[in-house]
């Protein structure tokens, strides 16, 4: 019975124990069932994220650009349609077996394979491989033909860029390619790249990348955990970039451009009242399409080794001593700041008498000399001359003044291209900054033609001209069209002037800012006497542009000639004076010419430059005459074209 | 003691099937119906491979399981010894013949199943320890020469097992045993010694732990110290769980399980694929079904008469509970990821066999509960 009892005991002892431990297990359970309400219940929002950022995997769409128009809605530049070879990654098992075919099948080169490894190691197990972005015709039905046999392959019909009048328009519209890391740092490309997606290099293709780029669209898939798709939940398309409208005019340019065939230079054409650039063209020039899908390097060094620089977008980019070209300027400085009358004489005596000063001679172009010369007739016939002596009594000061505030000496287009050059203006305190030197009057003299320090560009010098043939009035030179602006108004209100144009309390001879379709000068009549000289040097005898005018008013112009140096002229130069095509071509000099049309009610500027053309008169004004032709042929359409289109906005 | 004998004997089969627990059954049936339908989910909804195997294994084990429970009591208690011997034997077959996958051996290859003698030695090891403890007077337990003894028996099956190594089933064993001994009446004071010892010698512990294993359970405190790695799993499972919300996420519609990012999702994950389809609802049931399994077990070990019954009934209530316990916090980034299937859920022959097994033992006590067991 002992052992009963012992028995007893233990028997409670096991229950007890048993209890505890069941205790235990409580608490535990109880334990797990909170961890699982803290996950489940607590912290769901968190974790349906995190599984979300699991399954869902996101691919981007490439958009499509926004389109270039001219003036009147041509297209400048479109998406074209092209065919493309894409390679899922995540669907081929053997990446050197289907590239061999592919290879075989397209005729990949061995340099063009190394790359596809090279581009294949940067992406990742997922992506997709393009292996080509523009093939042949053949080639994409080639590919469609043994797609069976080819993992992964996909044949896609895509869009790329193209430029339908290529070489015409290159230096204004300039061209896209793939991205470089730098075109990266951009916000606009950041924001909005899709591996893939061309961006722009130059031009307004690149300066208007934000309006152009678009927004990619996404798709996203439910993917495996090895990353493999496995359905598609979602896709936002992708919206194209903006329209970008330019204010060119397709047809003047390609004239502009046809006339500029064979010869370094530049034609640019602008609407006097409301800046609109109508042709900027450049020659030579190169065929954009070919940067698309990456250019060749053939193709490339024919481009870059061109020894007439085609790459050089010589309207904003070149730099020209503006020559005579400079002289209405000069002559309306010093009639606006008194310095002569315009009835003073001065005697150009030819090249055995020179101009002198403190012991340097200055000649005057015309060996046999101009003779006696009012302002008029020296700006007529260009007399180099009354130039020096007009310069002189003037100051580079003050011209520098008038020649700043009628647009040369900073850029005319604002941050539109990349490359264009702000030109120089001197004045001495310029030339004491810059080169740490004091201004000797004879450079003074030199700059009254035109040459020395002074550098512009020939779109500046259509700006110059422009704005004298408005009458004196600031305009913003622009190549994007600018609907905010109603130009209709701004043209009446420069034309009446008088009523509408506050007068200012101002003195038009300091270095003043004016506002943009303000007056600029000091008094009318020095901008009307500069304008009929002007006349006078294309529409008259003796003028030096004579034989490029037009006697029908209806295209009679107004210009001058330039000339410009680019080696100094020795004495042995002056006494063999050649013929500009027994110099050698990089030693001829530049042929300028300006003119504003029709001279009776103007509406047009233009400006010509032809590198080592010889002289202003043979060489750029017949260009300048025959566009102006052009231009004013097609005045109606586009006046017509433009209000039509302010109406409606 | 030949009265008792005769009792024992006399039962009729009529008197033995109204004894059966048939809430038992019914628990058991239901948590295996569970189980095929999310093993059936892993397979994303397909039948097949696994799906198929489990729904063999588990009318057979349960087949034999129904067949085992008419086996008497006594004669558990007979052999208990040389069930523990021949999983002893097994566990060293395994350390020279044993089969190995992914960096283990486990099994030997017995052509119709790949037996893991481990989870066998998971029942045999309570067994054995209900046998020893029924004949020892309570007064004898408190001493060293009858504390030895079960200590070695512990030992040597744990040491074997680690060197599989599967630190997780070793854990279990032992969980099983020590349970056995605080349920015989040892003084608490010596586990709380023990315990101080275990708390004092885990950094030696640690050192001879294998990488992988050190590497879990470094893992376990900070996941996201190595998120692809050995954190992956913590880290995809909370994921899954979370995800899953109050409802679940439906039926076959777990996303984390569909798409592979949960590894093992048949076996050690099981749990996980449940929680994120049926939601924190659907756990709790479950868990409720496991304490209900447990309820049911221990209460056959308060109706039986014999020690060794009661012994082994709390013993394998307790383990199923450390296997479900252990297998959920697991995968709940409670604890370090040790591999411990859950018990019936989890696809695997070896396991669900043990099982199975400890619960026929466990009906052989509810039908024979009035059978007196000497101490031979």
């Known amino acids: ?455 512009t560009t020939p779109l500046q010098l259509c700006l110059m001209t422009a704005q ?88 009679q112009f107004a210009g001058k000639t330039g000339t410009s140096q680019v080696k100094r002229i020795t004495d042995l130069d002056r006494e063999l004076d050649l013929d500009t095509d027994q110099i050698e071509y990089k030693k001829r000099d530049h042929a300028l010419y300006i003119a504003f049309a029709p001279y009776k009610d103007p509406r047009y500027a233009i400006s010509v430059i032809i590198e080592h053309g010889g002289s202003g008169s043979k060489a750029a004004a017949p260009l300048a005459s025959k566009l102006i032709k052009r231009i004013i042929d097609r005045h109606k359409l586009r006046e017509q074209f433009n209000n039509g289109n302010t109406s409606l906005a | 003691m030949l009265r008792e004998r005769i009792q024992a004997s006399n039962y009729s089969f009529l008197d033995k099937l109204r004894s059966i627990d048939y809430l038992l059954i019914l628990l058991i049936i239901a948590i295996g119906s569970i189980s095929v339908f999310a093993i059936y989910s892993t397979e994303g909804g397909k039948f097949s491979f696994y799906t198929k195997n489990h729904i063999i294994r588990l009318s057979v084990f349960f087949s034999l399981f129904l067949v085992l429970s008419f086996v008497r009591v006594s004669t558990w208690y007979k052999n208990a010894y040389l069930f523990y011997i021949v999983g002893l034997a097994l566990l060293i077959t395994v350390l020279f013949f044993g089969i190995s996958a992914s960096g283990a051996t486990r099994w030997i290859n017995l052509y119709f199943l790949n037996l893991q003698p481990s989870e066998l030695m998971k029942i045999a090891v309570i067994i054995c320890f209900a046998r020893y403890y029924h004949r020892i007077q309570s007064s004898d337990i408190q001493s060293y020469k009858f504390l030895i003894q079960p200590i070695i028996l512990l030992i040597i099956p744990c040491y074997l097992v680690i060197q599989q190594p599967d630190l997780g089933t070793s854990i279990l064993i032992a969980g099983s045993g020590i349970a056995i001994i605080w349920l015989a009446g040892l003084n608490i004071k010596y586990f709380v010694y023990s315990g101080l010892l275990l708390l004092v010698s885990l950094p030696f512990a640690i050192s001879i732990l294998k990488p992988y294993q050190k590497s879990r359970i470094l893992t376990f405190f900070n996941p996201d110290r190595d998120p692809l790695g050995a954190g992956y799993q913590i880290i995809q499972s909370k994921i899954a769980i979370g995800s899953g919300g109050f409802f679940g996420k439906g039926y076959l519609k777990g996303t984390q399980s569909y798409l592979e990012f949960l590894p093992e999702k048949h076996t050690d994950f099981i749990f996980t694929l449940f929680s994120e389809e049926f939601g924190f609802l659907g756990s709790i049931i479950l868990l409720f079904l496991y304490i209900l399994l447990i309820y049911r077990i221990i209460n056959v070990g308060l109706v039986s008469r014999s020690f060794f019954a009661k012994l082994y009934c709390f013993g394998f209530a307790t383990a199923i509970f450390l296997y479900v316990f252990v297998n959920i916090a697991m995968v709940l980034g409670m604890l370090p990821i040790v591999g411990a299937p859950l018990p019936i859920m989890s696809y695997g022959g070896s396991s669900l066999l043990s099982i199975m097994l400890g619960l026929s033992i466990v009906m052989s006590c509810k039908i024979y509960n009035q059978e007196q067991i000497s101490a031979y």
């Open chain 1, 1 to 455: 019975m002992l052992n009963r009892g012992r028995n007893i005991e233990k028997g409670r002892v096991i229950t007890r124990r048993m209890f505890i431990l069941a205790a235990a297990k409580i608490l535990l359970f109880a334990g797990i069932s909170s961890r699982l309400y803290n996950l489940q219940i607590s912290d769901r929002e968190k974790y349906e994220i995190l599984s979300d950022k699991n399954r869902i995997r996101e691919w981007k769409t490439p958009p499509q650009r926004g389109i270039i128009v001219d003036n009147f809605n041509k297209v400048l530049a479109s998406n074209d349609r092209v065919f493309q070879l894409h390679l899922i990654l995540d669907e081929i098992n053997d990446f050197d077996v289907t590239i061999f075919k592919i290879k075989n099948l397209i005729e990949l080169d061995k340099s063009e394979v190394k790359k596809l490894y090279k581009k294949k190691e940067r992406l990742k197990p997922w992506d997709t491989l393009v292996v080509s972005d523009n093939l042949t015709w053949e080639q994409f039905s080639k590919i469609n033909l043994y797609l069976h046999e080819l993992e992964g392959a996909k044949p896609v019909l895509s869009t790329s860029r193209f430029y339908p009048y290529a070489n015409d328009l290159v230096h204004v519209v300039g061209y896209v390619g793939d991205a470089s890391p730098k075109d990266l740092e951009k916000p606009e490309i950041k924001e909005n790249f899709v591996p893939g997606l061309k961006v722009g290099k130059y031009g307004i293709e690149n300066s208007q990348e934000k309006m152009l780029i678009g927004n990619y669209g996404i798709k996203r898939y439910e993917v495996n955990a090895s990353g493999k798709r496995i359905s598609q939940i979602d896709y936002i398309k992708e919206k194209q970039g903006n329209k970008v409208s330019l204010t060119i005019d397709i047809e003047i340019q390609k004239y502009a451009q046809e006339l500029l065939k064979g010869k370094a230079g530049s034609i640019c054409a602008m609407d006097i009242y409301t800046g609109e650039v109508v042709a900027m063209a450049s020659s030579p020039t190169y065929d954009p399409n070919k940067f698309t899908h990456g250019i060749n390097q053939k193709d490339w060094q024919e481009i870059r080794k061109n020894p007439l620089k085609p790459l050089i977008n010589k309207s904003i980019a070149g730099l020209y001593s503006p020559g005579s070209t400079f002289k209405p300027l000069v002559a309306l400085a010093a009639l606006e700041y008194g310095i002569l009358d315009p009835n003073k004489t001065i005697r150009c005596k030819g090249h055995k008498h020179p101009y002198e000063l403190y012991g340097v001679k200055y000649h005057c172009w015309k060996k046999e000399g101009h003779g006696y010369m009012k302002l008029r007739n020296a700006i007529k016939q260009s007399c180099d001359i009354y130039f020096y002596e007009m310069a002189r009594l003037l100051g580079v000061d003050k011209l520098s003044v008038i020649a700043k505030r009628y647009g040369l000496g900073t850029n005319v287009l604002g941050n539109l291209y990349n490359d264009e050059k702000n030109g120089l203006v001197p004045d001495t305190k310029w030339k004491r900054r810059a080169l740490d030197q004091s201004w000797f009057l004879g450079e003074t003299v030199i700059n009254g033609i035109g040459q020395g320090y002074i550098q």
């Open chain 1, 468 to 555: 004298i043939a408005n009458g004196g009035y600031k305009i913003k030179p622009h190549i994007i069209k600018n609907d905010s602006i109603n130009y209709k108004d701004v043209i009446n209100k420069i034309k009446l002037h008088q009523s509408n144009f506050p007068l200012h309390e101002r003195n038009y001879l300091d270095d003043i800012n004016v506002d943009y379709y303000q007056r600029m000068y000091h008094k009318k009549s020095n901008i009307n006497f500069v304008l009929d000289a002007m006349f006078g040097s294309t529409n008259e005898q003796y003028g030096t542009s004579y034989k490029s005018r037009y006697d029908d008013p209806t295209y």
